[in-house]
């Protein structure tokens, strides 16, 4: 498969000199041989996967437990109520 540098070029909208085409097109024709030689392999027996090593969750187990007592959420608010935090009107 032939790419045309001039072609990607003007679509990536760089300008590129006469020695920069030729070393990329080398580049890129030694990119899509190798591609050519991956695709030769049989991958037929092989499941698809989203990771080359298996994953494992690695967080605690979600264990239900008793939460904070008001007193002790309010504690170290700057302002207060009886029951909830004060904060400054935001909407007039």
Known sequence: MKISIE???RLARLSVSSDEKELFAKQ???ILNYMDKLNELDTGNID???HVIPLSNVVREDLPKNSL???DALM???D????????PKIIE
């Open 28 to 30: 890129i024709d030694s």
């Open 48 to 50: 698809p996967t989203s």
């Open 7 to 9: 072609h990607l070029a």
């Open 69 to 71: 007592e008001r007193e």
């Open 76 to 78: 170290n608010a700057p």
């Open 80 to 87: 207060r109520t009886e029951k909830f935090y004060r904060v």
